[in-house]
């Protein structure tokens, strides 16, 4: 199918000024150096001040000069524009092609797969689109072939309640499966003895309870069935993280094929309000930086860029954003690969690394097979934005591409990134210093933040 490239306003927005900023330019070029001629004349001694009319020949002169440098300048603008013009339409092309592609793709090998999920109230999203979207899935991938393990930790709403109706499904299914329910609020959590890690003092004095070794916790209960069937001799070889995401079973389909299966993690990208996406948190490119926007094309990582702006698996250090597919092997191995948080007396600096990174700097098949994101699989977290993020046409808009293209090559020359990961380093450092064993291979994933539980969710201190 062929497609017909239309240049949307922005375009023209963008290149109008420019046509007008030569002319200006030319124009006043011309008039400088007419003025510097005179002035240099009129400042010599030798030469009368009254100066004779131009010849035509030197008015010819000046007449091609101005000419020449108006050419030069608007073939410079054509140049540019129609190099814009071709870049636009061979990105949007690749994505179009890729989409489709997407549309036709269908699974290369049946593999086991364990799938876990946290849910905190998520009563709404459950009962619009997860429920059905998972117990799909698993009639996809065979219920012979699928573990589905969910815990719940002390939801406000009526979680609960949406979680013990799609048990009553997979029931009848006959799914193999393990939801916990949990009785145990962030109220509950906050009034516990404050012992053990996780626990921080805020400027203000006060112990407070670390919001990432709280997920970390819970996250690796999601776990605990996996560890009771490898020991019974049962095995998966993949593990779907899902987050309380709009997806389709496509979507997983797409994702657990991402380069042709063969990955130390593969990830979603994910959006809350489009074009922006959602997990800032847990993302860093190839290079271990965080992306320089939160709009596509995303990445300083010229490695990281190109890939997404072909849409093709985008290589990462670290990605969580929705959903995620790991080798199960690592988790269970001995010891097993596991969640967790920085250590309470790194966080003391006030840092925070995200327990979604950390797993990747900590998982061994992240060097040995690498970590994708898989750009053809978009996931939102209501379905305003799945909807807007899967377009009946392009995802992309040329106006979209050629924003993202410049604003993108403008951040790379600032130094904002570079003093942002200067403050981490810094302090990182001086925790280093204070004892031989303090290291931390995750630095990749630490930011300027702390953060702690709160009755109601989280917050920044």
């Given amino acids: 199918m062929s497609i017909t490239f239309m240049a949307d306003r922005r375009i023209t927005v963008l290149l109008l000024p420019l046509m007008i900023i030569v002319d ?9 150096y007419n003025f510097s001629e ?16 131009p010849s035509l020949s030197m008015t010819l002169l000046f007449a091609s000069r101005r000419v020449l440098r108006y050419r030069l300048a608007r073939a410079l603008i054509i140049i540019f524009a129609i190099w ?18 997407v549309l036709r793709h ?8 364990y799938i876990a999920s946290i849910n905190w109230n998520n009563e709404l999203v459950l009962r619009s689109h997860w429920s059905k979207a998972l117990t799909q899935l698993v009639l996809k991938l065979g219920p012979e072939n699928v573990f589905v393990s969910i815990y719940e930790s002390g939801s406000y709403d009526n979680t609960k309640g949406a979680l013990i109706e799609l048990d009553g499904k997979l029931e009848r299914m006959r799914v193999p499966r393990n939801i916990t329910l949990s009785p145990v609020t962030h109220e509950d959590e906050l009034a516990a003895p404050e012992r053990g890690e996780g626990w921080i003092r805020t400027p203000g004095g006060k112990k407070k309870l670390r919001r990432i070794p709280y997920l970390a916790r819970i996250r690796n209960l999601s776990l605990l069935p996996l560890q009771d069937l490898a020991r019974e001799g049962i095995m998966f070889d993949k ?4 987050n309380d995401v709009v997806f389709t079973p496509n979507d997983v389909l797409e994702l657990l094929d991402t380069n042709d299966g063969g990955y130390g993690a593969a990830c979603s990208l994910d959006f809350s309000k489009p074009p922006s996406y959602y997990d800032t948190f847990a993302l860093r490119d190839i290079e271990g930086h965080e992306p320089i926007m939160q709009t596509w094309p995303y990445f300083s990582s010229a490695k990281s860029r190109n890939a997404m702006k072909y849409m093709s698996p985008v290589p990462v250090t670290s990605c969580w954003n929705g959903m995620v597919a790991m080798p199960a092997s690592p988790f269970t191995a001995s010891p097993p690969l596991r969640f967790r948080g920085i250590p309470d007396s790194l966080a003391n600096y006030h840092l925070e690394g995200s327990e979604c ?7 061994p098949l992240s060097v040995e097979k690498g970590v994708y994101l898989n750009p053809l699989v978009r996931v939102g977290y209501s379905s305003a934005a799945y909807t807007a993020i899967h377009p009946m046409l392009n995802w992309l808009s040329s106006g979209r591409i050629i924003e993202g293209l410049w604003i993108n090559r403008l951040r790379r020359f600032g130094i904002t990134s570079w003093l942002k990961e200067e403050v981490v380093r810094r302090r990182v450092e001086k925790w280093r210093a204070l004892s031989t064993g303090n290291e931390e291979r995750g630095e990749v994933c630490i930011i300027n933040e702390m953060q702690i539980l709160h009755r109601y969710g989280w917050a920044h201190v």
Wanted: aromatic fraction near 6%.
């Fill in 84 to 101: 814009n013009l071709a870049e636009i339409h061979l990105i949007q092309h690749r994505v179009y092609e890729a989409d489709n592609t």
């Fill in 239 to 242: 593990i779907l993280f899902l």
């Fill in 106 to 113: 269908r699974p290369q090998k049946r593999e086991r797969i």
């Fill in 38 to 53: 005179v002035c240099h004349i009129a400042a010599d001694p030798n030469v009368d001040v009254e100066l004779p009319a």
């Fill in 24 to 32: 200006i330019t030319a124009f006043g070029s011309n008039l400088f």
């Fill in 357 to 363: 990174c950390l797993i990747h700097t900590d998982n």
